[in-house]
């Protein structure tokens, strides 16, 4: 499959089944909700050394926030319930609770429940508050600035992690503008975000390394300075590769995510130094969800 | 689908005890299966269609009292589901027991309504009574869930041992207001008379007018602006529009202090 001049690769993402959860920080301002939000989804890149996957879905304007300040809706990612509870909590009481204005409320509905405001509110040393509204239940627990609100817990999605795909050009400069642009379009997809720095990633791995303690290393096979020695996929026309890793709600969102990152990309072409699509995959045996790019483009 | 109503024939000599009549006990009967249903008149018991024209619905259909009079007691007591309109007013005990579904009172509605109230939603468009939402003399604690909706003002001891919930009145409130509140929401948009919230435990007085005295066991907390009203305000909009003051900044006050100082009044800042 070629579009507008790239090569469709007859490969598939791999990606695996993660369970996540949706969260509202409102402030005063959008600036406040953003600084505790870049805190809270910060170093948030990987399962592998971060705990969980996060990042900023959307902004929201005061009437689409409960408490109708402005605020951000962000999602997290984890492996396990247990994990991403541990990850919540750590992460909304050392940046949303300790943010100027902020409040934190439950983005999304589920079967199950996560702590959000729940423990925290042992923060309030007693002088803590609940009221219930609307059948939800909230924690007002006393700061410095006033009161720090939050809901007491927040719904569990099972989500999507890890679909990816990876972008070949003919120069680092020019895999980097389309990787630019598909992050751009993925950010517009509710439910879904690319957590890496920008939405891209250089360092794209395989599984094991050479080293027993390491459970992942460097992707040889696309490093394009290793051509020549190591079991390389890149051709002599190929110099720089990166990749857009995708995070999902849903195997519906990531589809559509997947879309908008790859249509992206084949809108710049191959006027725009685009040679191939490909993605990453372990074989097809670890991860439930498969994401061939020809049909997802097709 | 067509409503079941109650059309009162002549105002009633005594008082009328209107447990039982409820739109999830009657719809689907026949208007003389309704008829033929017994309700206590002073205590003594009187067939519903010696009382009311009949007028039979459908199941799930919302039961209409047309011509409501304040001898009518226990309207909507015990209720789970489904729409009461009363198309007047009510007599004490309204909502006694609510539970879950709607219970509208176009008048005004006599004392001790929403008396052990755990969820649902009493509307009373007039004034209420006194002991709206309080405890009945021997019960621990008030109402204990759901929302009431006063659109007039309500009498003394509102909210009296009340312990969850929300309560909203856009007109004043009496003697005691919240007195001996044990936790919940009380929303009182035209103040109250005299000194509010003597033995109030937990939870919130939110009164749209400082009252003319602050009793000495509250204690000034000063001024806050206190996100959490911007919930409650978008909550009660959606059921008495106005009642909460769009500003978040108010003045509170922590008390009462002989009783743990756990609760607060708000003023307008």
């Known amino acids: 499959m070629i579009r507008n001049g790239v090569s469709i690769d007859d490969t598939y993402a791999e990606a695996f089944g993660m369970r996540a959860t ?170 879904a975000i690319a957590p890496f720095p920008g939405g891209v990633v250089r360092s794209g791995s395989k599984i094991g390394s050479k080293y027993k303690a390491l459970p992942a290393s460097t992707n040889d096979a696309f490093c394009p300075t290793l051509r020549g020695v190591a079991r390389s996929e890149l051709g002599a026309d190929v110099e720089a590769v990166l990749e857009i890793v995708i995070d999902a709600v849903s195997d519906a969102d990531m589809r559509v995510a997947m879309k908008a990152g790859l249509d992206a990309v084949c809108a710049i072409g191959a006027a725009g130094g685009i040679v191939r699509l490909s993605a990453g995959n372990y074989g097809g045996k670890l991860g439930q969800f498969h994401y061939r790019l020809r049909e997802i483009l097709a | 689908m067509s409503a079941m109503t109650l059309t009162l024939r002549a105002t009633p000599s005594g008082r009328i005890d209107m447990s039982g009549v409820l739109p999830e006990t009657l719809g689907g009967r026949t208007a003389g299966d309704i008829a033929a249903q017994i309700v206590r008149v002073d205590g003594n018991p009187v067939a519903l269609g010696d009382l009311f024209a009949v007028t039979p619905g459908e199941a799930g259909a919302a039961l209409r009292i047309d011509a409501g009079s304040s001898r009518l007691d226990c309207l909507g007591k015990g209720m789970t589901s489904g729409t009461l309109h009363v198309e007047g007013s009510a007599g004490h005990y309204a909502g006694q027991n609510l539970r879950g579904g709607e219970l509208i009172i176009a008048g005004d509605a006599g004392d001790c309504a929403a008396n052990g109230m755990r969820g649902g939603l009493l509307r009373i468009a007039g004034n209420a009574g006194n002991w709206l ?90 001024v806050a602006d206190l996100s959490w009203l911007g919930l409650l305000r978008r909550h009660a909009d959606a059921i008495l529009p106005g009642v909460v003051s769009d500003s978040s900044r108010v003045h509170r006050h922590m008390g009462d202090l002989a009783f743990g100082g756990k609760g607060e009044i708000l003023a307008p800042a």
């Open chain 1, 22 to 191: 949706r969260i509202i920080i409102t402030a005063d301002s959008l600036a406040w909700a953003k600084h505790s939000a870049n805190a809270a989804f910060g170093f948030a890149t990987s399962v592998i050394a971060c705990g969980c996957e996060a990042g900023i879905e959307r902004e929201l304007a005061p009437e689409e926030t409960p408490d109708g300040r402005p605020g951000v809706a962000g999602l997290l990612f984890a492996v396990s319930s247990k994990e991403l509870a541990k990850q919540l909590e750590r992460r909304v009481g050392q940046c949303v609770l300790t943010c100027p204005t902020t409040a934190v409320f439950a983005g999304c509905e589920g079967e199950e429940q996560l702590p959000l405001g729940k423990n925290l509110r042992y923060f309030g040393d007693g002088w803590q508050m609940s009221k219930l509204i609307g059948g939800r239940r909230y924690w007002r627990i006393p700061v410095m600035d006033g009161e720090f609100l939050a809901e007491e817990s927040t719904g569990l999605l099972r989500s999507v992690g890890g679909g990816n795909f990876l972008v070949l050009a003919r120069s680092r400069a020019q895999a980097l503008a389309a990787c630019e642009a598909a992050a751009a379009a993925i950010a517009g997809v509710p439910g």
């Open chain 2, 133 to 222: 939402g309080a405890a009945l003399i021997g019960d621990r604690a008030g109402m204990g869930g759901g929302v009431v909706a006063v659109a007039g003002d309500a009498g003394d001891r509102l909210g009296d041992r009340m312990r969850r919930g929300l309560i909203l009145v856009r007109g004043k409130a009496g003697a005691a207001c919240g007195a001996r509140l044990l936790a919940g929401t009380l929303v009182v948009a035209g103040g109250c008379a005299g000194a509010p919230g003597p033995g109030l435990r937990r939870g919130s007085l939110i009164l749209g007018r400082a009252p003319d005295i602050m009793p000495a066991t509250y204690n000034d907390a000063g």
